[in-house]
């Protein structure tokens, strides 16, 4: 048929053992498990005729490196989570919003290679954990989504990149733990991040000038584990950090309101 009319509903578990929409289909969606065997490199949608939508409801089990697109508009999301034994890499294309995680239950991605997620329409992560063993990178602005049992967000690689801003969804609520190197092109906190927290280098190039956290009535900071080579000035937030000598981290308080008598 016509790239983008027909579009595929599962409705259970599904397993790919080709390539998904040589013909891109106009939509496809998964309510149970998906299974990516060796050979289902990819899966192609396109809102031509249809919404271009990819949903995947349960974990996705990665055996081969998968590419999931969809072509002029679509959101690609990932409610259920996913694991890859081999640490399968996963590349993620979609113009209307890319979703990580719904929130709910288990929905971390882990074991994966590299992980590259490009959306101009915006990134959200509401998984708990997406790590792998290689780099991954964000392309466009990132939101750190609602999730009462799981507030930080750990992502975990040797180099972790965000092109764009990084964002908490409730100010001071949503925080960062990046388990790895962490490069930052863009402002981190435009909505305030509960916290930030960075194991090893962290990078914040031209156009990263600020970095922002804070949570109400206590104290909120940005930790870094070494020396943080810079290519921007950063503007710390007031007041100036305080130096832990135990571990090297610096504590950045969140501004408090004093009563005024």
């Not at 399968?88 to 590259?116: E, F, H, Q």
Request: net charge neutral; no cysteine.
């Amino acid at each position: 048929g016509r790239a983008g009319t027909d579009a595929r509903t599962v409705t259970g578990d599904a397993v790919f053992n080709k390539v998904v929409g040589t013909t891109a289909r106009g939509a496809l969606s998964v309510s149970g498990t998906t299974t990516f065997n060796a050979g289902a490199t990819s899966v192609d949608t396109s809102s031509a005729a249809n919404t271009g939508n990819q949903t995947y409801s349960g974990a996705v089990t990665f055996n081969d490196n998968v590419v999931l697109t969809a072509t002029t508009a679509g959101t690609i999301a990932l409610n259920g989570g996913g694991s890859s034994a081999g640490n399968k890499n996963l590349t993620i294309v979609a113009p209307t919003a890319v979703a990580l995680g719904d929130g709910t239950g288990a929905d971390s991605l882990t074991g994966l290679g590299a992980v590259d997620v490009t959306s101009a329409g915006g990134i959200t992560i509401k998984a708990g954990a997406i790590s792998g063993n290689s780099t991954q990178r964000y392309r466009n602005a990132v939101v750190l989504g609602l999730d009462d049992a799981n507030k930080t967000k750990t992502l975990t690689g040797t180099t972790v990149t965000f092109d764009d801003k990084v964002d908490a969804t409730t100010a001071g609520t949503e925080a960062l733990t990046v388990t790895g190197d962490a490069v930052f092109n863009k402002v981190v906190g435009t909505t305030a991040l509960g916290a930030l927290r960075v194991s090893v280098t962290t990078t914040s190039n031209a156009g990263a000038p600020s970095v922002a956290t804070g949570r109400p009535a206590t104290t909120a900071y940005h930790t870094h584990r070494r020396a943080a080579p810079s290519n921007d000035t950063v503007a710390p937030p007031a007041p100036p950090p305080a130096t832990d000598a135990l571990n090297g981290t610096e504590r950045h308080p969140a501004p408090r309101d004093h009563a005024q008598g």
